[in-house]
């Protein structure tokens, strides 16, 4: 998160992502708030910074933060995206979800890859921060994306999570059930939400 923080807030390149989310309605109190960053536009700059902290390669794959070229040797998994801090429940670190500036890559949204703490089935994006209020509320509301989250978090909305773009699972129902059993969905008015 540190890295990623570092180069939204301090690169050029960072601040036009920066500008990009204000420009979408997000304060910069909210970017800070959710720890959002910016992955540089390079195949190895995060290996180099980890590499220069003596971090295994080894650990960085089995992080999601890297992947291994069949041909050999390593590159960065995330590179010119809005990076996005996925925790669990408690708040822990477990992935990223990565947002594309440039509208030709492909695909619009990234994951960290199934790893030892980061199962997508598992985890509701926003719960650590939503927690408070989906009991006060006695409700929970759920949309489709990271943005909708933290958007109508900064509306006053701190009651609103999302299963990260995908459909919820039993797994994720039964945490939701820990704090309320009242489950309002707004999912957007298109096919990928009329399918979740």
């Known amino acids: 998160?540190?890295?990623?923080?570092?180069?939204m807030t301090s690169t050029p390149a960072g601040k036009a992502a920066q500008a990009y989310l204000e420009k979408r309605g997000l304060s910069a109190a909210t970017i800070e708030t959710f720890g959002m960053g910016y992955a540089p536009d390079s195949?190895?700059?995060l290996l180099r910074h980890f590499n220069q902290k003596k971090a295994a390669d080894k650990?960085?794959?089995d992080a999601?933060?890297?992947?291994?070229?069949?041909?050999?040797?390593y590159y960065d998994r995330f590179r010119h995206r809005i990076m996005i801090p996925i925790r669990d429940a408690l708040g822990k670190m477990t992935g990223f979800g990565a947002?594309?500036?440039?509208?030709?890559?492909?695909?619009?949204?990234?994951n960290s890859p199934q790893t030892a703490i980061f199962d997508k089935g598992r985890l509701l994006f926003g719960l650590d921060r939503a927690r408070k209020a989906i009991r006060a509320e006695d409700q929970v509301v759920i949309v489709e994306g990271y943005l909708d989250v933290i958007a109508l978090h900064q509306a006053g909305f701190a009651n609103a999570v999302?299963?990260?773009?995908?459909?919820?699972?039993?797994?994720?129902?039964?945490?939701?059930?820990?704090?309320?059993?009242?489950?309002?969905?707004?999912?957007?008015a298109d096919a990928a939400g009329q399918k979740a």
């Open 43 to 45: 195949w190895d700059s």
């Open 59 to 61: 650990d960085l794959v």
């Open 99 to 110: 947002r594309i500036l440039n509208p030709e890559d492909q695909p619009k949204f990234l």
């Open 1 to 7: 998160v540190t890295f990623y923080r570092f180069h």
């Open 64 to 73: 999601g933060l890297v992947s291994e070229r069949e041909s050999g040797g």
């Open 162 to 188: 999302s299963p990260m773009g995908t459909a919820l699972t039993e797994d994720q129902l039964r945490l939701l059930k820990r704090f309320t059993r009242r489950i309002v969905l707004a999912l957007d």
